[in-house]
């Protein structure tokens, strides 16, 4: 089904090397177009996620991301955010820069750093390209019984075929399942470089997950998966171990687009 691959199974690291080396499928090009279908299908009421009608809110989470997303080394994606209107206590990542938070999470957020790191975690997803290895992998494709011409991507025709509506069908699906309990720890490890670089607590990478220990109990974890893998504090045990190696700064003050975005 993909070209250059053989048998079933999910791809793995090393054979997303060889298709970026091999050049024979344009990874990047297939995620910022379905990246970009995404967020205009989002625009024209096409997709379960629903945008937060009030501007402001809008703009004020993307102000507190912007200095998340500098911190990713993929500097030619169009980063942005969007605030959902929903009420679960969840953010997700369709990839190619996009990052969407639901506003039931915020309201759980007691203090910037914590939605920062929520923020920072999605980054962790973009930033490994979690999302289109999901996609790329073969058992995704068979669960949702999709067949996809890869043939036909590779040649740039992918905005005007009829598999890119197909391929969506997946991507909204996935977004709301679970990623590997490996790429949740490699977000999660994003969340601390994120905050060494742009001056949040490390000390504080954590709290979030403690809130949502209370919330839910100390095995389930909402953030981008419902899923049953990483439990809470394991991936708490993870964050703290990893940022006990580094000093932590003292706490800044939340910002204004913090108290607006808590305020709605
Ligand atoms: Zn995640």
Known sequence: MI???????SL????L???????????ALMERIICEKFHL??????????????ARAQQALSQIANPLFGVSTRKNLTWRTLLSDSEEINACTPGGGFVIL???LIRQCAREAELASVIA??????EHRHAIRRLLS???????????D???????????????????QVVEEILFTSFTRLWEHEADAFIIRSFLRTGYPVSQASHFFHTLSRLFGPQKSGICLYGSHPDNLDRIRRIESLASTYQSVPNKPDSDAFTYLRSI
């Open 102 to 104: 639901h506003q039931g």
């Open 17 to 27: 090397q060889d298709l970026r080396v091999g050049a024979r499928l344009d990874v």
């Open 41 to 54: 299908n989002i625009q024209t009421g096409d997709s379960e996620v629903k945008p937060h009608a009030d």
């Open 150 to 168: 890869f043939d036909e991507i590779q040649q740039k025709r992918l905005n005007d075929s009829r598999h890119i509506e197909k391929v969506l």
């Open 121 to 126: 975690h999605e980054v962790g997803h973009i």
């Open 138 to 148: 073969e058992a995704v494709l068979k669960e949702f019984e999709i067949e996809v």
């Open 3 to 9: 070209p250059g691959l053989s048998g079933a199974g």
């Open 12 to 15: 793995t690291p090393e054979d």
